[in-house]
Nanobody, 125 residues
Framework: VQLQASGGGLVQAGGSLRLSCAAS????????MGWFRQAPGKEREFVAA????????YYANSVKGRFTISRDNARRTVYLQMNSLKPEDTAVYYC???????????????????WGQGTLVTVSS
């Protein structure tokens, strides 16, 4: 599985961005997908995850109500719509694939086997 994240950039506080993550491989529709982020000097943290079928999502408290994760299995793409952005959302954002079986969505980075290269989001105040 290869993942390619895109859509990052510079935005003012209160603005919006949509990140995309394109995946290779015919079995994309069977993977749970997640977004993580890493701010300068901080550890990587969970942002959001979505079930392989798209019918279940989970968010970090810090982004709940502002970010929306979605996927289009026909396009092998997962999205992260980010609204009401804050300076503290500044980070490199990574998409990741969880190819293992889980009863619930995973929030730990070690549960995700494949990672994209990251895309930088900078929110100015």
């Amino acid at each position: 599985v290869q993942l390619q994240a895109s859509g990052g950039g510079l935005v003012q506080a209160g603005g919006s961005l949509r990140l995309s993550c394109a995946a290779s491989g015919r079995t994309f529709s069977s993977y749970d997908m997640g977004w993580f982020r890493q701010a300068p000097g901080k550890e990587r943290e969970f942002v959001a995850a979505i079930r392989w079928s798209g019918d279940g999502t989970y968010y970090a408290n810090s982004v709940k109500g502002r970010f929306t994760i979605s996927r289009d299995n026909a396009r092998r793409t997962v999205y992260l719509q980010m609204n009401s952005l804050k300076p503290e959302d500044t980070a490199v954002y990574y998409c990741a694939a969880d190819t293992g079986y889980s009863r619930s969505l995973n929030t730990k980075d070690y549960d995700y086997e494949y990672w994209g290269q990251g895309t930088l989001v900078t929110v100015s105040s």
